[in-house]
């Protein structure tokens, strides 16, 4: 059940019928070393009219005043929206928000922040942090978070622009469905898609391969969901239960497809790379997500473990990271490949005191606090490792 802060940011969003989304980073609490503080606002395809009078100008500097009022309207600020066009700064900025401000502190990495736009100068914000939420909030606006944020816009979710070949595919895809296909099929038909309209994907290291499928999934997603539901969201509802029934569905579909999309899409790239592994096996303890090479090595006594990998995959994991730990407890270290964008160094601390590595893709690393002990890899290094421990 979504938590009284997630719901009140749900009714205001589609109430409104604009929101953006996104996640709090380590740049955004100055723990980068950046020298930079305040959420990050994007610019791209025309965002920052949501939130700013102020275009996107090279060699200019605008501030603009707003209020917000956070969370279930428990704390107002009398903040500032600043476009930074000079140098070699070319971003928005929210910032201001007076002395002991608590939502934004190096804990709130890997926490959503929503805001949303009630009237000129005026917001309301609310910052998610339990998985659960983000997940129901997601869900329930129909978006879904690539690249660290997402809009939702005119009361609908902001869909990516895609190319004619992929849009052909995906259109052929969607005219033969009668009913939701597994995950599997929705991922496979993004592979094929992008392998067959992209030539230089075969060719691409893994990390910049797991976000392109990951984001395509996601569209493909999206076109076959509004085919397949329109039916069901224009209908006469026979009672609030019934409404409520069909939402639930919808919602329990989105949020259950975008885990078996991440696996899916590792195990894929892992095959390509020629690297043996197996998918959530029956046999071993814990039945973790991922077990490299095989459960017959798991099971052998006599195989050196440092030859063993076992892998949580994980869209998120601000707290279900600890679900490795009682996975495969014949190897001790193990590792969580995730696309979630940051995580707090408090967080990080404990995932480095339980032996625990992660592997996030490239594009992500900025988001992710610099200074805390932590392994962080991209998915080229976990791959590079695996091969040499193979080879040794």
């Given at each position: 059940?979504?938590?009284?802060?997630?719901?009140?940011?749900?009714?205001?969003?589609?109430?409104?019928?604009?929101?953006?989304?996104?996640?709090?980073?380590?740049?955004?609490?100055?723990?980068?070393?950046?020298?930079?503080?305040?959420?990050?606002?994007?610019?791209?395809?025309?965002?920052?009219?949501?939130?700013?009078?102020?275009?996107?100008?090279?060699?200019?500097?605008?501030?603009?005043?707003?209020?917000?009022?956070?969370?279930?309207?428990?704390?107002?600020?009398?903040?500032?929206?600043?476009?930074?066009?000079?140098?070699?700064?070319?971003?928005?900025?929210?910032?201001r928000f007076g002395r002991g401000f608590p939502y934004l502190t190096r804990d709130s990495v890997g926490d959503l922040l929503v805001l949303i736009p009630i009237a000129p100068g005026r917001f309301r914000a609310f910052l998610v942090d339990l998985e659960e939420d983000i997940e129901e909030l997601q869900a329930a606006l129909g978006v879904q978070i690539g690249k660290s944020?997402?809009?939702?816009?005119?009361?609908?979710?902001?869909?990516?622009?895609?190319?004619?070949?992929?849009?052909?595919?995906?259109?052929?895809?969607?005219?033969g469905l009668h009913d939701f296909p597994t995950g599997r099929s929705f991922s496979l038909a993004a592979q094929e898609a992008i392998a067959d309209c992209i030539p230089s994907f075969a060719a691409e290291d893994l990390d910049s391969c797991l976000t392109?499928?990951?984001?395509?999934?996601?569209?493909?997603?999206?076109?076959?969901?509004?085919?397949?539901?329109?039916?069901?969201?224009?209908?006469?509802?026979?009672?609030?239960?019934?409404?409520?029934?069909?939402?639930?569905?919808?919602?329990?579909?989105?949020?259950?497809?975008?885990?078996?999309?991440?696996?899916?899409?590792?195990?894929?790239?892992?095959?390509?790379?020629?690297?043996?592994?197996?998918?959530?096996?029956?046999?071993?303890?814990?039945?973790?997500?991922?077990?490299?090479?095989?459960?017959?090595?798991?099971?052998?006594?006599?195989?050196?473990?440092?030859?063993?990998?076992?892998?949580?995959?994980?869209?998120?994991?601000?707290?279900?990271?600890?679900?490795?730990?009682?996975?495969?407890?014949?190897?001790?270290?193990?590792?969580?490949?995730?696309?979630?964008?940051?995580?707090?160094?408090?967080?990080?601390?404990?995932?480095?005191?339980?032996?625990?590595?992660?592997?996030?893709?490239?594009?992500?690393?900025?988001?992710?606090?610099?200074?805390?002990?932590?392994?962080?890899?991209?998915?080229?290094?976990?791959?590079?490792?695996?091969?040499?421990?193979?080879?040794?």
């Amino acid at each position: 059940m979504a938590s009284p802060n997630c719901e009140a940011a749900i009714g205001t969003a589609t109430g409104t019928g604009n929101a953006l989304l996104k996640f709090v980073s380590a740049n955004d609490v100055n723990a980068t070393g950046a020298h930079q503080w305040g959420f990050y606002l994007p610019k791209e395809d025309g965002v920052w009219q949501m939130f700013t009078r102020h275009p996107p100008l090279k060699d200019s500097l605008e501030k603009e005043l707003v209020t917000i009022a956070w969370q279930l309207e428990e704390y107002t600020t009398e903040s500032a929206i600043t476009w930074y066009g000079k140098k070699t700064r070319s971003e928005y900025r929210l910032t201001r928000f007076g002395r002991g401000f608590p939502y934004l502190t190096r804990d709130s990495v890997g926490d959503l922040l929503v805001l949303i736009p009630i009237a000129p100068g005026r917001f309301r914000a609310f910052l998610v942090d339990l998985e659960e939420d983000i997940e129901e909030l997601q869900a329930a606006l129909g978006v879904q978070i690539g690249k660290s944020w997402a809009i939702y816009r005119n009361g609908a979710p902001q869909l990516e622009t895609e190319d004619d070949c992929i849009e052909r595919q995906f259109r052929e895809f969607v005219l033969g469905l009668h009913d939701f296909p597994t995950g599997r099929s929705f991922s496979l038909a993004a592979q094929e898609a992008i392998a067959d309209c992209i030539p230089s994907f075969a060719a691409e290291d893994l990390d910049s391969c797991l976000t392109k499928l990951m984001e395509c999934e996601y569209r493909l997603f999206r076109m076959a969901e509004r085919s397949l539901c329109a039916p069901e969201v224009v209908r006469v509802f026979r009672d609030i239960d019934d409404f409520l029934a069909t939402a639930a569905t919808i919602m329990n579909r989105r949020k259950s497809r975008a885990g078996r999309s991440l696996e899916n899409h590792v195990s894929a790239l892992l095959t390509r790379r020629g690297i043996r592994h197996v998918v959530r096996p029956d046999s071993v303890d814990g039945r973790p997500d991922i077990v490299i090479p095989d459960v017959e090595a798991y099971l052998n006594d006599q195989w050196p473990t440092d030859g063993i990998f076992v892998v949580g995959v994980k869209t998120t994991c601000k707290d279900r990271w600890r679900q490795v730990l009682n996975e495969a407890r014949r190897i001790r270290h193990k590792y969580i490949l995730t696309v979630q964008p940051g995580i707090s160094e408090a967080q990080l601390r404990e995932m480095h005191a339980a032996r625990v590595s992660l592997v996030v893709p490239r594009s992500l690393h900025r988001e992710y606090p610099h200074n805390t002990p932590i392994e962080l890899l991209t998915f080229e290094d976990f791959a590079g490792r695996v091969e040499e421990a193979i080879r040794a």
